[in-house]
């Protein structure tokens, strides 16, 4: 079956320009989980969602970090006024549930700051 | 902060081999642990998971958990030059269930 799709697979946008990050999850998982990656280190958590309630944002790192998932299924994250330090590999997850259900990732979409 | 601490590596093994990561755990309430395996410029794929003290064995791989002592393991028996990778270990440890990763354990298998 088809697993967790993120588009685009790469993205370079400059300085102050707003990106759209999609991400489109297994059939059927409730819990959606965000994930910021850098060169090097293991994943980082961003935000989680329950069906289309957004249950933690804990780990967005400022106010220009935006996510949503509407109707419960697909997701996007949205960056305003891209930061260099925002170039990272975000990575989308998708589970049956919260708790002790093993995440499924994306391929993810590498960002790229100029 | 809640932590996850892996030995970054490289480590490096001939084929044939065992390959054995390790990592430890700072949050005592986490329940369930995870291995991933990442492949350069690829995502994190899941190998095994283990939520109960003791070793689970799927294939070539065995999983081990000690919660007394915040210890989870991973060995790889009779390694394969594709099995190179980063073996990434993951606690759950937030409010939600999300993930708490280490940094990651590279492993290189020599033909």
């Known amino acids: 079956g088809a697993g967790v799709s993120q588009s685009p697979r790469y993205k370079v946008a400059k300085r102050g320009q707003d990106v759209a990050l999609r991400c489109d999850p297994i059939?059927?998982?409730?819990?959606l989980f965000w994930y910021q990656q850098a060169l090097g280190q293991g994943p980082e958590f961003l935000t989680y969602f329950q069906n289309e309630a957004q249950l933690d944002k804990s780990g967005l790192p400022s106010d220009r970090f935006f996510a949503e998932r509407p109707e419960g299924s697909v997701s996007t994250l949205k960056i305003q006024r891209t930061q260099q330090e925002d170039s990272a590999v975000y990575l989308c997850?998708?589970?049956?549930?919260?708790?002790?259900?093993?995440?499924?990732f994306g391929d993810g979409t590498r960002l790229s700051i100029l | 902060q809640k932590e996850v601490e892996q030995n970054s590596g490289p480590l490096s093994v001939p084929e044939g081999a065992i390959a054995s990561l390790n990592c430890t755990y700072s949050d005592r309430g986490s329940q369930s642990f995870f291995w991933y395996r990442q492949y350069s410029g690829k995502s994190p794929e899941l190998i095994m998971s283990i939520y109960s003290n003791g070793d689970k064995e799927d294939g070539r791989f065995t999983a081990q958990l000690n919660k007394a002592s915040q210890y989870v393991s991973l060995l790889i028996r009779d390694s394969q030059p594709s099995d190179s990778a980063t073996y990434l270990c993951?606690?759950?440890?937030?409010?939600?269930?999300?993930?708490?990763f280490g940094k990651g354990t590279k492993l290189s298998v020599k033909p």
């Open positions: 997850a998708s589970s049956l549930g919260a708790f002790g259900q093993p995440q499924h």
């Open positions: 059939s059927g998982h409730v819990s």
């Open positions: 993951a606690a759950e440890g937030g409010s939600q269930g999300n993930l708490i």
